[in-house]
Structures are given as structure tokens and as C-alpha cells.
Nanobody, 115 residues
Framework: QVQLVESGGGLVQPGGSLRLSCAASGNIFSIDLMGWYRQAPGKQRELVAK???????TYADSVKGRFTISRDNAKNMQYLQMNSLKPEDTAVYYC?????????WGQGTQVTVSS
């Protein structure tokens, strides 16, 4: 089992920045892929960014150049640095950790971009 806890969400003005953090605990040695997804009201959950154990990254087109995903295996943490935030980035953000056998999700953290 893997437990994930997100933090760092909140209210920010358009053009602002936020940094989301996700702490992993439990059977962390089996984690391969980590990532962030988001879900806006009335929409399906979508991929924001993901990072492999080899630090290869993938981003949604909508966040390329604005968001940066990273992970610190020594601290069992992953991060999502979000810059130049837009109102359409408003959503609940979920962190993901995947092992060869299953995926684990955090409880989500709300990000609201509004003036």
C-alpha cells in the first residue's frame, strides 16, 4: 500500500504561481511512475504531468512551458510548480503514484485561479 498526501493548493490571481507538494509513505520502494491529474467541475479527470523513475517527463499541452513536475526520491516527495496560472487551471489537483500492479491517488487539493 502507498499513501499520498497533497498540499499547497489555494486561491491565486491570474498570472500568479503555486507549488503543489505530494508526500508518499508506505511501500514507496515499488513506486515507478508519479504524476499530477486535475478535475474541474463538470469535466473528466485529466493528466497534467507525469514523471518516471528515470525522471522522464510528460506534460499536457495546456500546461507546457508553465508547469514543472519534479520528484525527490530521497524525501519521497513529488512537486508541481505552476507558473503563469490561468482561470482555466482552476480544478482539484490529485497526485498519483503507480507501482507495477496498481495506481494510488491522493485526496486532492483545490487550486482556484481568480481575480
Amino acid at each position: 500500500q502507498v499513501q499520498l498526501v497533497e498540499s499547497g493548493g489555494g486561491l491565486v490571481q491570474p498570472g500568479g504561481s503555486l507549488r503543489l507538494s505530494c508526500a508518499a509513505s508506505g511501500n514507496i520502494f515499488s513506486i515507478d511512475l508519479m504524476g499530477w491529474y486535475r478535475q474541474a467541475p463538470g469535466k473528466q479527470r485529466e493528466l497534467v504531468a507525469k514523471i518516471t523513475s528515470g525522471f522522464s517527463t510528460t506534460y499536457a499541452d495546456s500546461v507546457k512551458g508553465r508547469f514543472t513536475i519534479s520528484r525527490d526520491n530521497a524525501k519521497n516527495m513529488q512537486y508541481l510548480q505552476m507558473n503563469s496560472l490561468k482561470p482555466e487551471d482552476t480544478a482539484v489537483y490529485y497526485c498519483l503514484a503507480a507501482t507495477p500492479s496498481r495506481a494510488y491517488w491522493g485526496q486532492g487539493t483545490q487550486v482556484t485561479v481568480s481575480s
